[in-house]
């Protein structure tokens, strides 16, 4: 159950994995969406809610209102052995693969102005959603909640009385098979058709929603590391979508606009393949629950960087698969322990063999588990 399962974010992908390998176990699986994908398995039944009116925007507010108020007259009309919610409520299982609202609130807080907080304490649609998870974190609407990270689990029992005994901690997985490491010469032609020369050390950074996902971190600590060493020769390629302007304005400020390259949104075969021909993976996320590109870059040998708000940092083995920035640190701090980092690069295959447990397989078995002890 969820609005949009079109989108090409981590948890869409996410969901339609879980739904074929569910399939192919021998589940039907009813599938409750606004915005179903182009193919879903011929055991899933599809309920499709439709706004019952027509305009070219409606607000995200109204979209969710109704589309949580249609998904529970549906239910009630459909005989489901078990309830496996990602955004509404009740639900015998509930997936909070979004993270915590309230501590995203809380984040965005303190960053902010007087405006700007009171903006975030008044609107409609934070009211609303806060409203909803306070209704999802109640166990008389929610038998039991998996979280992605131990990170998240603690910030659902600190933010609501939801028991913890009743939270299951199920790390995301990845396709082993298609996130793989490139061969030496298939990595030279990757390289070589993005005008990538030999000396060219090349950061990546994969993530729609810049601020949330930190690009403005990113290009500051490109920028440090320039300076650090003037005849590197640094290149921070940008896949995604966001405010591409702000963030080309911020680059040219900081004296790296040539080196910062803004590719767009891609495919997930074109995204892989900048996995495949980066040297590092570079992620200072504000928040997130645990990120899905992280472990995909993992997953083809590219070390990762990225804080201690990412759920996917409980992963991270400083020196062997990445390495975690510290708050504490300053500018100085941090643009120095990067460089020692980078000019000791962990070898693609320890970074790979470090998350192999990590497999998408291991994580359907372990939610398939979970999810048979809750059958009605």
Known sequence: MRSDLAAPGGIERYTLNLINKLASRGFETHVFTARPPQVLPDSSVLHRFRLPFRRPRVPRLWRQMAFNRWVRAEVKRTPLDLLFTLETWPSDVFRAGNGVHKEWLSICAQNAGLWQRLNLALQPFHRYTLSTEAAIFNPRHTRLVICNSQMVADEVTRHYPYPHEQIRVIPNGVDLEYFCPASTAHREHLRAAHKIEADDFVLLFVGSGFWRKGLDIAIDIVADLQQLKPQRSLKLFVVG????????????????????????????????????????????????????????????????????????????????????????????????????????????????????????????????????????
């Open 241 to 376: 979508k966001g405010d591409i302007e702000a963030h080309r304005r911020q680059a040219a400020q900081r004296g790296i606009g040539q080196s910062v390259f803004f590719e767009g949104t891609k495919s997930p075969d074109q995204v892989l393949e900048w996995y495949q021909l980066a040297d590092v993976f570079l992620f200072p996320t504000r928040y997130d629950p645990f990120s899905n590109v992280c472990l995909e870059a993992a997953a083809c040998g590219l070390p990762v960087i990225t804080t201690p708000r990412n759920g996917f940092s409980e992963q991270v083995q400083e020196g062997i698969n990445g390495m975690i920035l510290r708050s504490e640190w300053n500018s100085k701090n941090r643009v120095e322990q990067v460089e020692r980092f980078c000019g000791n690069l962990p070898p693609a295959e320890q970074v790979r063999q470090s998350i192999m447990h990590l497999s998408l397989e291991n994580h359907i078995d372990v939610v398939f588990r979970t999810l048979e002890g809750m059958r009605r």
